[in-house]
């Protein structure tokens, strides 16, 4: 079955660690996109990529880190730069142009 | 910058009623998005309006899409408790030559017995 996969479900995260959440979609899609969601709020963007080795920052892109080698991979590092990075992470893809983005199951991190 | 606000941004409602949510963005945008997130899960894509005067309907929702008004609508009809979620709205906007999702706050919905 086609679909984006996030692992894992679950981070936890000492301070001062650099942290890799997954993202592999199987769905063919150009675009792929990072949100962070917080308590009771919306979805606000990380990263997103169009092409495979290109990416550009969204909103909130300090502290984090991307990377796109290959099309179906788009996994997103949370650095130790990132002061509060607990929260409930959200990797999409799309086909670029009109279509919706499709979302995974999400990595939920929380700091110890 | 593209700003989404979506109102209200907490809704309780009995079984049976009708309501609407509202979606409301400021810059020139044809492509509106809905989406569903139950507790703790990930979106679940419902709509897809892609031009000015859009309607799509599912069971009890319909979603509708005024471009020149930048608004969308959510109508909920005859609630029942299953449609208890929230609901996001989202807008797509080019940047340079990529297009991006912007995503309102979120109503959360609870249909009461």
């Known amino acids: 079955d086609g679909g984006i996969t996030q692992s894992p479900k679950y981070l936890f995260r000492k301070e001062g660690q650099n942290v890799t959440l997954s993202c592999e979609q199987n769905l063919n899609h150009d675009a792929m996109y990072w949100y962070r969601q917080d308590p009771g709020q919306g979805l606000r963007l990380i990263y997103y990529?169009?092409?495979?080795?290109?990416?550009q920052k969204g909103d909130i892109a300090e502290g984090y880190s991307v990377s796109r080698e290959k099309k179906e991979s788009f996994p997103l590092t949370v650095t130790s730069a990132q002061k509060n990075p607990t929260a409930f992470y959200l990797c999409?893809?799309?086909?670029?142009?009109?279509?919706?983005?499709?979302f995974g199951q999400g990595t939920r991190l929380t700091v110890v | 910058e593209l700003k989404v606000e979506q109102n209200p941004l907490f809704l309780s409602m009995q079984e049976g009623k009708n309501y609407t949510i509202y979606c409301n963005y400021s810059t020139t945008s044809d492509r509106l998005y809905w989406y569903r997130q139950d507790p703790g899960k990930s979106l679940e894509s419902l709509f897809v309006l892609l031009s000015n005067g859009a309607v799509k309907q599912e069971g009890r929702l319909m979603a509708s899409l005024d471009t020149k008004a930048r608004l969308s609508t959510l109508h909920i009809t005859a609630a029942v408790h299953d449609l208890s979620a929230t609901y996001f709205c989202a807008v797509a906007s080019r940047s340079g030559s990529a297009r991006q999702l912007t995503f309102g706050s979120g109503t959360q919905l609870t249909v009461l017995p």
């Open positions: 999409a893809s799309r086909v670029t142009g009109d279509t919706e983005a499709f």
């Open positions: 990529s169009q092409i495979v080795n290109d990416f």
